[in-house]
């Protein structure tokens, strides 16, 4: 069973930046596509972004674009989500999710970590 560990979440000022990791102990994360999604409360669970198996490819939702980028070290089993430029409705908790052949900004991930929480707040 393929277990998704994500770090790095915390408390930031708005304008400030952090960086989301998404490992996966023991796996080889080179075999899976994987996503972030964030959901915040009473809102639903929503891609943010995603990252081919080879990492060529990544996707980005508008609401994110030109702030975050994703990418992997594969030789690390990890996944990285940069977010820079960060607003109030940018906190969330937020998820990484993998799959061997589901790739999209959608919920037909397999696996789903359980979510470290991002709080943007003067």
């Known amino acids: 069973q393929l277990q998704l560990v994500e770090s790095g979440g915390g408390l930031v000022q708005p304008g400030g930046s952090l960086r989301l990791s998404c490992a996966a102990p023991g796996f080889t994360s080179g075999d899976y596509n994987i996503g972030w999604f964030r959901q915040a409360p009473g809102k639903e669970r929503e891609g943010v972004s995603c990252?081919?198996?080879?990492?060529?490819?990544?996707r980005y939702a508008d609401s994110v674009k030109g702030r975050f980028t994703i990418s992997r070290d594969n030789a690390k089993n990890t996944v990285y989500l940069q977010m820079n430029r960060l607003k109030p409705e940018d906190t969330a908790v937020y998820y990484c999710?993998?799959?061997?052949?589901?790739?999209?900004?959608?919920?037909?991930?397999?696996?789903w970590g359980q979510g470290t929480q991002v709080t943007v707040s003067s």
């Open positions: 990252i081919s198996k080879s990492g060529l490819g990544t």
């Open positions: 999710a993998a799959d061997s052949a589901y790739y999209g900004l959608g919920l037909g991930y397999d696996y």
